[in-house]
């Protein structure tokens, strides 16, 4: 199920319309359509505002899963996780495509660089 959905069922079932329950659980019309369209993920807090506003109650559960050992990024020298192997081509590719974002950034024009003045300890 998704937060999609969950919005998309509160509609439904509530029997109110967009702009009510956006006016009764203080989300804007917008937002309310952002979610109902899967732009936008409403908070947690905004899921339970919203189902109160129409008379219901949000439960969360964890549902269990097939477990798995360990997930791929923590295994030591996992093959799928390693880079792959290129060629000094590819790698100066790479590094002229690099190159060129690095050139084509704003810079911001600094003037002289001012340093605190330093003082002069007298030799004892």
Same mark, same amino acid.
């Given at each position: 199920?998704?937060?999609?959905?969950?919005?998309?069922?509160?509609? =439904? @079932? &509530? %029997?109110? +319309?967009?702009?009510? /329950?956006? =006016? @009764? &659980? %203080?989300? +804007?019309?917008?937002? /309310?359509?952002?979610?109902?369209?899967?732009?936008?993920?409403?908070?947690?807090?905004?899921?339970?505002?919203?189902?109160?506003?129409?008379?219901?109650?949000?439960?969360?559960?964890?549902?269990?899963?097939?477990?798995?050992?360990?997930?791929?990024?923590?295994?030591?020298?996992?093959?799928?996780?390693?880079?792959?192997?290129?060629?000094?081509?590819?790698?100066?590719?790479?590094?002229?495509?690099?190159?060129?974002?690095?050139?084509?950034?704003?810079?911001?024009?600094?003037?002289?660089?001012?340093?605190?003045?330093?003082?002069?300890?007298?030799?004892?």
């Amino acid at each position: 199920m998704t937060v999609q959905s969950i919005v998309e069922d509160v509609v =439904r @079932r &509530s %029997g109110l +319309s967009k702009a009510e /329950l956006a =006016r @009764r &659980s %203080g989300i +804007s019309r917008s937002s /309310l359509d952002e979610y109902l369209l899967g732009k936008r993920q409403p908070s947690v807090a905004q899921l339970e505002r919203l189902g109160e506003s129409a008379g219901f109650r949000l439960d969360l559960a964890w549902t269990p899963v097939e477990l798995r050992k360990d997930p791929s990024w923590l295994i030591p020298n996992n093959p799928d996780m390693q880079p792959r192997p290129t060629t000094t081509a590819q790698r100066a590719q790479i590094l002229e495509r690099v190159v060129v974002v690095a050139t084509e950034l704003r810079r911001r024009e600094r003037g002289e660089l001012e340093f605190p003045p330093f003082k002069v300890l007298a030799a004892s």
